[in-house]
C-alpha cells in the first residue's frame, strides 16, 4: 500500500514538473455578452426572410379577407382585428413600428399556397395547427394565439339544445377548412345523416345562412361568433353547446427560416408574458424606468440584449408592448368585452389566472 502511494505521488510530481509547476488553466465559463446567461454559448443564426421584412420596409402578412373580430377592413379601409393585431406585433418587434405592414387578403384555398410561393412572410388568418398541415406543407406552426373549437350556429327558434339533434339538416360549411373533415367525422362517428352545403367563404356561408340556404351554419365558434354579430338579429341565433374539435389557432410561416419563425413565436410569447408581469401599453414606458424584477427588465430589453440573438433590438418586445398591448389587451379590444363579439377569456386565460386557461409562455431568459 504504502509503495503504491509513493508510486502515485511521484506521478502527480513528475506531471506537475513537464507543466512547469503550473496549475490546469480553468475552462472559461462562456456568457452570451451583454446577458445574465451563464453556462452556454448562445450565438444569433441569421434570417433571411427577416433581412428581407427589413430591406423591404414591412412586413408582408397574410389575413382573412372578412372575419369580425379577427381581420376586416374598417370603414377607413384600415385592418382591424386579433389576426390583424399578431401581424402589427411582428412589425413592431422586427422594424419598431406596427404600422409597417402590408395586408393581403387571402381565401381558405390559396392561405397555403400564398405562404408556400412567398407571396407572403406570415399567415394570421384563424388557421388551425393540424398534423398533416404542419408535417406536409413544409410550414411551421408559430405558437398557438386561440384556443378554439368548432360548434354550430342555429336559429333560437329551431329550440336546439344539442348537435345530437341535427340529423338530416343542411348544415353550411367552408371549402378548404378543417371544419368540413370535422363535421363528416362527428356525424360519421354518430351514424346520423346529414347534407353539406359546402361554400367558398365565411360570407357566403352567413348569407346562405340567413336566407334559408341552410338550416344551421358550422365553423370555429370564434368564427360563428363573428358571423353572428353582423346579422341583421344577432340575439335570433345561438351557438349550441357543442364543441366537436380542437382547433389551435395561430400564425404561420414558412419551415425554411427557424429565426423567423422563432421571431413570430416570440412576439405572441412577448404579449402574453406582458400580461402574466402586468405591463400594459399605457404602463410599459413607466416600468421601462422603474421596474426592478429580473423577468420584467429583461423582457423589456434593460438587462441584457436577448434581442441580439433573433437580429432584433434590445427594445423589440417592448415596442411590441408599447405599439400593440399586451395579450389581454389585444383580446379585449379585438374578441373580447370591448368589441362586438363579447367572448369570454374560457380556455385563453393565463396558466395563473384565477380561472386558470391554456394560455402559457415560456420563460424569458
Same mark, same amino acid.
Given at each position: 500500500m504504502?509503495?503504491r502511494?509513493?508510486?502515485?505521488?511521484?506521478?502527480?510530481?513528475?506531471?506537475?514538473? %513537464?507543466?512547469g509547476?503550473s496549475?490546469?488553466a480553468?475552462?472559461?465559463?462562456?456568457?452570451?455578452k451583454?446577458?445574465?446567461v451563464?453556462?452556454v454559448?448562445?450565438k444569433?443564426?441569421p434570417s433571411?426572410?427577416l433581412n428581407?421584412?427589413?430591406?423591404?420596409g /414591412?412586413?408582408?402578412? !397574410?389575413v382573412?379577407?372578412?372575419?369580425?373580430?379577427?381581420?376586416?377592413?374598417d370603414f377607413?379601409?384600415?385592418?382591424? !382585428?386579433?389576426d390583424?393585431?399578431? %401581424?402589427?406585433?411582428?412589425?413592431a418587434?422586427?422594424?419598431?413600428?406596427?404600422?409597417?405592414? +402590408?395586408?393581403?387578403?387571402?381565401?381558405?384555398?390559396?392561405r397555403?399556397?400564398?405562404?408556400?410561393k412567398?407571396?407572403i412572410?406570415?399567415?394570421?388568418?384563424?388557421?388551425? =395547427?393540424?398534423?398533416?398541415?404542419?408535417?406536409?406543407l @413544409?410550414?411551421?406552426?408559430?405558437?398557438t394565439? /386561440?384556443f378554439d373549437g368548432?360548434?354550430?350556429?342555429a336559429p333560437k327558434?329551431?329550440g336546439?339544445?344539442?348537435?345530437?339533434?341535427?340529423s338530416g339538416?343542411?348544415?353550411c360549411?367552408?371549402?378548404g377548412?378543417a371544419?368540413?373533415d370535422n363535421?363528416n367525422?362527428?356525424?360519421?362517428?354518430r351514424g346520423l345523416?346529414?347534407?353539406?352545403?359546402?361554400?367558398?367563404?365565411e360570407a357566403?356561408?352567413?348569407?346562405? /345562412?340567413?336566407n334559408?340556404g %341552410?338550416d344551421v351554419?358550422?365553423?370555429?365558434?370564434?368564427?360563428?361568433?363573428?358571423?353572428?354579430?353582423?346579422?341583421?338579429?344577432p340575439?335570433a +341565433?345561438?351557438?349550441l353547446?357543442?364543441?366537436i374539435?380542437?382547433?389551435?389557432?395561430g400564425?404561420v410561416?414558412r419551415?425554411?427560416d427557424?429565426v =423567423?419563425a422563432d421571431i413570430?413565436?416570440?412576439t405572441?410569447?412577448?404579449t402574453i408574458l406582458?400580461e402574466?408581469?402586468?405591463l400594459t401599453?399605457k404602463t410599459?414606458?413607466?416600468?421601462?424606468?422603474t421596474?426592478?424584477?429580473?423577468q420584467?427588465r429583461?423582457?423589456?430589453?434593460?438587462d @441584457?440584449?436577448y !434581442?441580439a440573438?433573433l437580429?432584433?433590438?434590445?427594445?423589440w418586445?417592448f415596442?411590441v408592448?408599447r405599439?400593440?398591448g399586451?395579450y +389581454?389587451?389585444?383580446?379585449r379590444?379585438?374578441? @373580447?368585452?370591448d368589441?362586438?363579439?363579447?367572448l369570454?377569456r374560457?380556455l385563453?386565460?393565463?396558466?395563473?389566472a384565477?380561472?386558470p386557461?391554456l394560455? /402559457?409562455?415560456?420563460p424569458?431568459?
Open positions: 504504502i509503495r502511494l509513493a508510486a502515485a505521488g511521484l506521478a502527480i510530481l513528475t506531471l506537475s514538473a %513537464c507543466d509547476g496549475k490546469p480553468a475552462t472559461p465559463t462562456p456568457v452570451l451583454g446577458a445574465d451563464v453556462g454559448q448562445y444569433a443564426t433571411k426572410v428581407a421584412v427589413r430591406k423591404r /414591412y412586413v408582408a402578412c !397574410g382573412n379577407p372578412g372575419l369580425p373580430g379577427f381581420a376586416f377592413p377607413r379601409g384600415e385592418w382591424r !382585428g386579433f390583424v393585431d399578431i %401581424c402589427r406585433a411582428v412589425a418587434a422586427v422594424l419598431g413600428d406596427a404600422d409597417k405592414v +402590408h395586408f393581403t387578403a387571402i381565401s381558405a384555398q390559396d397555403f399556397s400564398a405562404l408556400q412567398g407571396q412572410d406570415l399567415l394570421s388568418r384563424n388557421t388551425s =395547427w393540424s398534423f398533416s398541415r404542419d408535417a406536409g @413544409g410550414l411551421d406552426f408559430a405558437a394565439t /386561440y368548432q360548434g354550430f350556429l327558434a329551431l336546439l339544445t344539442s348537435a345530437q339533434e341535427l339538416a343542411r348544415i360549411v367552408q371549402a377548412t371544419s368540413q363535421l367525422d362527428f356525424f360519421r362517428a345523416s346529414y347534407k353539406a352545403v359546402v361554400v367558398a367563404s357566403e356561408a352567413r348569407r346562405l /345562412y340567413e334559408d %341552410c351554419f358550422t365553423a370555429d365558434i370564434s368564427a360563428l361568433a363573428g358571423s353572428r354579430s353582423v346579422l341583421s338579429n340575439n +341565433h345561438v351557438i353547446p357543442d364543441v374539435s380542437k382547433e389551435p389557432l400564425p410561416v419551415q425554411n427557424p =423567423w413570430v413565436r416570440w405572441v410569447y412577448a406582458g402574466e408581469l402586468g401599453s410599459v414606458v413607466q416600468a421601462r424606468e421596474a426592478s424584477d429580473p420584467t429583461r423582457l423589456l430589453g434593460l @441584457g440584449d !434581442g440573438l437580429g432584433l433590438n434590445k427594445d418586445a415596442q408592448i405599439q400593440v399586451a +389581454h389587451e389585444i383580446f379590444r379585438d374578441i @373580447g368585452s368589441s362586438s363579439l363579447k369570454d374560457g385563453n386565460a393565463l396558466w395563473n384565477p380561472k386557461g394560455l /402559457y409562455a415560456p424569458f431568459r
